[in-house]
């Protein structure tokens, strides 16, 4: 496992460990002592899958107070570029967004700590994304950015987004307790 900084200190790629041999592969996607010594988060109380098709957008998600959670994503078949707001008002990088790309075939996954919204668009079809989040979800602290008012081009001529993410608020109307 390697650990890699991105533009936000507290996001981490992670390069998990990957084996191949005539078999097939293997991938390890969590080890608590590794992340326990760079200071991660190592309790993670909920895991969920989603199988996407391209041109899937989900976001910009996150739990407000006191349930939000660390995530760590993993892509394991297919892609998608993932997206990760700053949500955090004493940050340098409040409202400003990243992006990376994760593949079934590069093993790595993302860390991303409480304070940040996260969502993603897919751009192949069955992809398979696994959310690893560190509280239990609570319906009342669900909450979300509406994915088209943060500033980045998601290239998508028609999308295709739930009900729920076309009525979250814009970035600009959302008064972060973060």
Known sequence: ????????EDVKIIEDFFSFDIRGSFI?????????????????????????????IRGMHFQLPPYEHTKLIH?????????????RKSSPDYKKFITIQLSGNKPKSIYIPTGFAHGFKCIEDNTI????????????????IFYDSIGYDWNIEEPIISERDKTHCTLEEFNSPF
Request: hydrophobic share 40%; proline share 0%; glycine share 4%.
């Open 129 to 144: 994304m696994i959310y690893n989040v560190s509280t239990v979800y609570n319906s009342e602290a669900d909450m979300g």
């Open 28 to 56: 390890k996607l969590f080890n608590e002592n590794e992340f326990e010594k760079y200071g991660l988060c190592s309790h993670y109380a909920e895991t969920y899958y989603s199988i996407s098709h391209k041109d899937t």
């Open 1 to 8: 496992m390697k650990i890699i900084n991105t533009q936000f």
């Open 75 to 87: 892509v394991i078949r297919g892609a998608a570029v993932d997206v990760i707001i700053d949500l």
